[in-house]
């Protein structure tokens, strides 16, 4: 069935995402709390809500996307070209942005999003950031009264688990085990939120976000069977 999908009709995509402030002091006294609560059982006695804090931006109300990039296959006279590019900046800036592409450029029911562990994190995460931004969430993120077979989601970690539903296999391991090119060459999501913060290091996590939108690419293209892409087929725009 993945066979079937015209490659031209999927949207692959990664976001970076940070603690919404550099420093946990910076909160105020009730967002403090609330982290705690909200915290208790993921860090346990290990840490303080201080010291797990450089943990925020996996969660939407206590983190931020600092970048979200998408590629996409563009096939012409015989050739095969992957294009990628990054929407960054301010937030609300960036969410906008993406919503226009996808209101433009792939708005139609045949179009379908692509990430990996993209069903529990990337689209999730975007659509919180929005309404806390008051973006409208667009068509391909709105999953209110949906059924399953209409949501446009691809998740490269659905398809590897097979219905198994506790499994997790990181996009890392994914491309080792399938013989893609590490994106994980410089950088890792763990160092992201460094970077940001205290490097001030944007096109550095720019880069490293491409990297990670064209692995899912070369990740689906793994499970079509299909050549994966060399480099002179990527191209950012």
Not at 22 to 35: T, Y
Not at 186 to 206: F, M, N, W
Request: glycine share 4%; aromatic share 12%.
């Amino acid at each position: 069935m993945i066979e079937k999908i015209n490659l031209e009709n999927i949207l692959f995509l990664d976001i970076e995402t940070v603690p919404e402030c550099a420093d946990f002091n910076a909160l105020d006294e009730e967002k403090k709390e609330l982290w705690a609560l909200k915290t208790q059982y993921t860090r346990k006695e290990e840490f303080s809500p201080e010291e797990f804090y450089e943990r925020a931006g996996i969660w939407a109300e206590f983190g931020k996307i600092v970048c979200i990039s998408v590629g996409y296959f563009v096939f012409k006279n015989g050739s095969r070209q992957f294009r990628v590019t990054t929407f960054h900046g301010e937030e609300t800036k960036l969410l906008t942005d993406f919503k226009n592409l996808l209101e433009t450029h792939f708005n139609q029911p045949q179009h379908l999003l692509c990430a990996h562990n993209g069903k529990e994190f990337d689209f999730p995460y975007i659509a919180r950031r929005m309404i806390i931004n008051q973006v409208e969430i667009p068509s391909k993120l709105n999953l209110f009264g949906k059924k399953p077979w209409e949501i446009a989601h691809l998740d490269t970690l659905e398809l590897w688990k097979f219905g198994d539903y506790k499994h997790f296999t990181s996009l890392r391991l994914l491309t080792n085990i399938l013989g893609i090119p590490t994106p994980k060459d410089d950088i890792s999501g763990s160092d992201v939120a460094k970077t940001y913060y205290e490097e001030q290091d944007l096109d550095r996590i720019i880069i490293y976000c491409e990297k990670d939108t064209v692995a899912v690419a070369q990740i689906l293209l793994r499970f079509r069977r299909e050549a994966i892409l060399d480099e002179s087929e990527i191209l950012s725009v």
